[in-house]
Nanobody, 123 residues
Framework: QVHLVESGGGLVQAGGSLRLSCAAS????????MGWYRQAPGKSRDLVAT???????RYVDSVKGRFTISRDDAKNTVYLQMDSLKPEEAAVYYC?????????????????WGQGTQVTVSS
């Protein structure tokens, strides 16, 4: 199986920056897409950014130009650099991976979620 560990959340003033990290470990054969979602209290979990195995990135319109998603395949880690943060972006941020897992004599594809990291933005 695969385990995800997120880090980097915290409290920041509006206009400030944070960098989130999510490291995957376990019986990983290869990782396809990786991404970040966020969920504010009482709201749905929404896509923030994704990055494919080939490095193609996609962002929700509201974060374009301010957030940058990247990955380090040697470390099985995905990052989210968040700049110019806004109070309304306070939420729990979750990482997501689409991964091929080694299981005995074959590999299977699974999706995993991180435990979430709180981002608080003060105005």
């Amino acid at each position: 199986q695969v385990h995800l560990v997120e880090s980097g959340g915290g409290l920041v003033q509006a206009g400030g920056s944070l960098r989130l990290s999510c490291a995957a470990s376990g019986s990983i054969f290869s990782i396809n897409a990786m991404g970040w979602y966020r969920q504010a209290p009482g709201k749905s979990r929404d896509l923030v950014a994704t990055i494919t195995g080939g490095g193609t990135t996609r962002y929700v319109d509201s974060v374009k130009g301010r957030f940058t998603i990247s990955r380090d395949d040697a470390k099985n880690t995905v990052y989210l650099q968040m700049d110019s943060l806004k109070p309304e972006e306070a939420a729990v941020y979750y990482c997501y991976v689409d991964v091929w897992v080694k299981e005995l004599l074959r590999i299977n594809q699974y999706n995993y979620w991180g435990q979430g990291t709180q981002v608080t933005v003060s105005s």
